[in-house]
């Protein structure tokens, strides 16, 4: 009995080292873009411009060629024109990361007002839109060098975002 109670103390042991160390293992670089990716939809929620910029390399440019400062006046002015903005994001694809870069596909539900509510109620979804991203990596951090996006229909969604959209929405 005493012999199990050991075996059974040192594999408690082991397995709470384990989890441990690797809690305090580094993240690796998929873990830090999708964090990334979660930290950009707050801080739409939350409208704050400086703070998404913050993730945006000073060299940047979109598909229509806009800079960082473009880009900065264009999102305020959508954070000014919509109010109760909400992001919920689906599907997200990271390709191989090559020497500190790598594309990004994500998948997003975009909506605003009120209206969240009965979106919910009605099983009305929002905008989908899918964002290809450039990313670069700066130090320890991800930043967005090229942002392409456009609006989507529910049946051009990637699949995982399909089923990540009907947990947000069930019975879709």
Not at 34 to 54: H, Y
Not at 126 to 131: C, I, L, T
Request: glycine share 6%.
């Amino acid at each position: 009995m005493r012999k199990l109670q050991y075996w059974i103390s040192a594999l408690l042991l082991a397995a709470s080292a384990g989890w441990i160390l690797s809690a305090c293992r580094p993240k690796n670089n998929q873990a830090r873009i999708l964090e990334l990716i979660e930290r950009i939809g707050s801080l739409v929620e939350e409208k704050d411009a400086s703070g998404l910029m913050n993730f945006v390399d000073e060299d940047y440019k979109d598909f229509e060629n806009r800079g960082k400062k473009e880009t900065e006046a264009m999102v305020r002015d959508y954070f000014r024109n919509y109010r109760g903005i909400v992001m919920h994001i689906l599907g997200t694809r990271i390709d191989e990361i090559k020497e500190g870069e790598t594309s990004v596909q994500t998948e997003v539900v975009l909506s605003s007002g009120a209206a969240e509510v009965f979106r919910k109620l009605f099983k009305a979804f929002g905008d989908f839109y899918r964002f290809d991203l450039q990313l670069r990596k700066t130090g320890e951090e991800w930043r967005i060098s090229y942002a392409k996006w456009e609006n989507v229909g529910i049946n051009d969604l990637f699949p995982e975002s399909l089923s990540l959209l009907k947990k947000i929405f069930p019975g879709i």
